[in-house]
Every structure is written in C-alpha cells, then in structure tokens.
C-alpha cells in the first residue's frame, strides 16, 4: 500500500467517523486524543507511564497530520501550516495537562495501606530482625 492509498483510507475513515458521530474534527481530535491517552496509562500503570501515554498521543497527532498533509498532496488542496498545527494543538492539550498533574493523580500511602500491611503480615521479617 503506497502512502498516497494509505492517506486515502485515512481521510475516508476520517469522513465516516464525522458522519456517524456528528461532531467535527475538532472534538474528533480532543477525545482521541483523551482516548489513546487513557488507554495507554491504563495498560502502562508502572512508572513512566504518563510519558508514555504523552508521547503515544503525540505519535498519533502528528501521524495523522502526516497523513493529512499526504492526502491533501494528491488531491492538490494544501491548507496552511497554521491549521495542521492547530489540529496538533487541539489533539495535545489535555494529554499535556494530565501529563503536567499525574503526579498529584497518583495515589499517594496512607495511614490505612500501613495498617494493612501491619495486620496482613507483610514485612514481617523486617519486624523480626529488628525486635
């Protein structure tokens, strides 16, 4: 499948997803991204997984510009600059938000996890050695 194939079915798919929700490129573009994001950190629940999730986000706006600009090629109807950068934006946002506060999304250990380690017997052997 050459590139010009590929960014056609792209943009096809791209047309009946618009279609079938009725919403336009824009929203198209914020849960997508929001989607791939969550699904990512999700499955990558160990550390780094909030970059990881970024950074797949990232892979895919910028994937799909490139498609973008490539179907628009062949069809000799180049928008500017500006508006694929737009749909990055659009695309990057909250996954950059969310990128910024994980952090502070993290479950931090509370006075209850320590009580059910106490209780379930774990780090018993540490309580042992130093009795």
Request: with cysteine; hydrophobic share 55%; charged share 20%.
């Amino acid at each position: 499948m050459t590139l010009i194939e590929l960014a056609s079915l792209f943009e096809a798919r791209k047309v009946s997803v618009i279609d079938a929700t009725g919403l336009d490129k824009d929203a198209l573009h914020i849960y997508f991204g929001l989607a791939l994001f969550l699904s990512v950190r999700m499955i990558w629940r160990w550390r780094g997984g909030w970059f990881a999730a970024w950074l797949a986000v990232l892979a895919m706006a910028c994937g799909g510009e490139w498609l973008d600009m490539a179907a628009e090629f062949s069809n000799a109807a180049i928008q500017p600059d500006a508006a694929h950068w737009h749909d990055i934006w659009n695309t990057m946002f909250w996954p950059t938000v969310l990128l910024l506060v994980g952090r502070w999304l993290q479950p931090g250990r509370t006075i209850a996890d320590e009580a059910i380690e106490k209780i379930s017997g774990k780090n018993a052997e540490c309580r042992l050695e130093q009795a």
